[in-house]
């Protein structure tokens, strides 16, 4: 164990040199060739292979931004244009007295509510965080609300009963739903629009340290071909 020990601390990189530098005059000239060029092709492939597994890191990374986040915040906004689509066609149905505008306006109130549905069903796929799905549970409780008025006053016009949808659909309490649904969206859309952001700068992150290791890979490869070709240089002048 003692005699190891001091092996050890006897062996430098001064020592690892000679050492290396013999083995390499005592070797052939097609040897000391194909060193140098395989030298060279390590070099080339950690340099490829580092840039093929930093590429497929980041393709992933921009990828899952764009499936989660930045398809979450067109959702979102279309949820919160359907919405307010719905509002505002429901109260024109009511104030309106012709009955192909209203008949219109309810159809519009239609295909915004189907649309309303589709969306956040495909919305919750893409939310990640705990936050933003109680958000969602919050909205889809608020639009149950909300639609189960604007039916009762779909009911009620087909029933010839215009003043009481009127004021069912100017209510208060119905215009507040209406609202905090919205804003919960909103909120919704910017919370993804952040989480997006910070994927982004993640992805930048990355190409910054691939390419900071590339460099460094690159230098190292250069002193350690440079040092080979010196020693090679050195053997074959003698």
Partial sequence: MIGLRRDVRGFN?????????TYIESRSLRFKLASVALTLLVIAFLLGLEGILSQSQMRRDMENAVETELLGVIHAKDIQIEFMVMGRAMRQAVETENPRARAMAFAE????????ERLSSELRERLMREQNQLKLDEFEATYGE??????KIE???????EAQASRLAFDRGLVEEWDRGRRLLFDIAQSKQEGALAKISQVRLQADQSQNRSIQLLLFGMLLGAGIAMLIASSIRR
């Fill in 13 to 21: 990189l001064k020592n690892y040199w000679h050492v290396l530098k």
């Fill in 109 to 116: 109130v239609g295909n915004a509510r189907a649309n309303i």
């Fill in 146 to 151: 909300f639609d189960q008025q604007v039916r």
């Fill in 155 to 161: 009911a009620l016009m087909a029933e010839g009963r």
